[in-house]
């Protein structure tokens, strides 16, 4: 099912980043870590759907989207970095598999922390943010989105990685890193990023005794 709903508050997260809130149809509800697919109702533009994740929680009067723009080339992104209060989008029904399990590691490579926007907001709001810990990489500290929603939510248990940040140590997250910082293999690990960095650490966590079962990520 279809539902064109209309831009309601557009904020600038970061320097390529920007959250989109719009309206929400009634009844419309999804599990915190879900997507759908979105087009923006323009004729140029109605029939190229793209997944982004639902970064609101259920109980907010609207819906929200917090998205990453392709400035680069003449693409969605870079076309809805152009949108104003009032344009209209086109979402769809709701899927996605990454769902919480329980207390684990949430690991992310830049846009990749979308999905997990929601399920840990809900914890937070819950109070049931327990030992949950978040490794967020990035290539430079101006790249972290949210960082402060997570030094509120997490504190000590937010872990920000740099790649190319010239004035920090730059680290990655190899099995070196991993061994280092994880203190328990046979808890949950949430996975999103880009293609390679899911399968190359979601490799190294099965071989360090994480059970595949519990490695989760859109497949």
């Known amino acids: 099912m279809e539902h064109i709903v209309k831009i309601l508050a557009i904020t600038q997260v970061t320097h390529d980043v920007k959250s989109y809130r719009f309206e929400k ?3 419309f509800r999804f599990e915190p870590g879900q997507a759908t697919d979105v087009s923006i109702n323009q004729e140029k533009w109605k029939a190229e759907l793209r997944p982004f994740t639902f970064t609101a929680l259920n109980e907010w009067p609207y819906l929200e989207f917090t998205i990453k723009s392709y400035r680069d080339h003449d693409g969605v992104t870079n076309a809805l970095d152009s949108l104003q209060v009032g344009d209209e989008l086109i979402i769809r029904d709701v899927w996605g598999v990454i769902t919480y399990q329980g207390e ?3 690991i992310a490579g830049g846009a990749g922390i979308t999905p ?4 840990l907001r809900q914890l937070h709001k819950d ?3 327990g030992a949950n810990e978040l490794f967020f990489s990035n290539k430079t500290a101006d790249d972290i989105i949210l960082r402060s929603d997570w030094d509120e939510m997490l504190g000590q248990q937010a872990h920000y990685i740099l790649t190319q940040d010239a004035t920090s140590p730059q680290e990655h997250i190899d099995k070196a890193y991993l ?3 994880i203190k328990d293999f046979s808890k949950p690990f949430y996975i999103c990023g880009p ?3 899911v399968a190359s650490i979601s490799q ?3 071989e ?5 079962e519990a490695v989760i990520f859109e497949k």
């Open 204 to 206: 190294i966590l099965t």
């Open 179 to 181: 061994i280092n910082y």
């Open 104 to 106: 684990g590691y949430f």
């Open 116 to 119: 997990f926007i929601a399920i």
């Open 25 to 27: 149809p009634d009844g």
């Open 127 to 129: 109070g049931k943010m």
């Open 208 to 212: 360090l005794g994480a059970k595949p």
């Open 195 to 197: 293609d390679k960095m």
